[in-house]
């Protein structure tokens, strides 16, 4: 009897990924984006890679560390000391869309810099998930004493681009006040930095 094996191709291997909701792996899947236009793009290397930063990131958290000082932590790490950001001097590049571009340029767009700020996230044990938001991608941290809305990237304003941790912090005090209300009486963003003309 003889075997035979064949190498899935980029988009076979894409959707045996995300054939089911359960046990969905993101990061992986997203990595695997890049094999279309790069078949040499090695995904186990990228996980490899995160693995690597996540275990940095759990060196700096004790055991009891409460979630609102992991989210501190792990911006801190993500933004300024592995220095993340928006690629607000080439948005449109498609690389911007490739993890394994990303992680060695730290510049990407929203929804790139999202997955990967989730991995890092739930690796520390936070509970967090992307939300798709009217022209961006933004990231939730669900924590005791309410939700936090991250915006994972640039935000553009009437005055240019801005770099913005936060884009909005938002603490339902009731179920009833809806998302949409909560971040329009409360969006701000910390510490924004005008990194370029409107």
């Not at 767009?109 to 936070?126: D, F, K, T, Y």
């Not at 938002?170 to 370029?196: D, H, N, V």
Request: aromatic share 8%; hydrophobic share 40%; proline share 7%.
């Amino acid at each position: 009897m003889t075997l035979h094996f064949t190498v899935p191709t980029p988009l076979e291997y894409f959707a045996a990924l995300v054939q089911s909701d359960e046990g969905f792996p993101l990061l992986e899947a997203a990595a695997s984006i890049a094999q279309d236009e790069y078949p040499g793009c090695d995904v186990q290397q990228l996980l490899g890679e995160m693995d690597h930063l996540l275990a940095r990131l759990q060196r700096r958290l004790g055991p009891d560390t409460p979630a609102l000082e992991r989210l501190r932590v792990l911006n801190q790490f993500f933004f300024a000391d592995l220095g993340f950001g928006g690629n607000v001097n080439n948005y449109y590049d498609p690389e911007n869309s490739y993890l394994h571009a990303v992680l060695h340029t730290r510049r990407g767009i929203p929804i790139s810099l999202g997955v990967l700020w989730l991995e890092l996230a739930q690796g520390v044990g936070l509970q967090v998930r992307g939300v798709a938001f009217p022209g961006h991608f933004m990231v939730k941290a669900l924590l005791p004493g309410g939700q936090v809305l991250c915006l994972s990237g640039v935000a553009r304003s009437r005055r240019g681009w801005m770099m913005c941790r936060w884009a909005c912090t938002c603490r339902p005090r009731s179920p009833a006040r809806s998302l949409r209300a909560c971040c329009a009486t409360s969006r701000r963003c910390t510490k924004p930095a005008r990194i370029g003309p409107a």
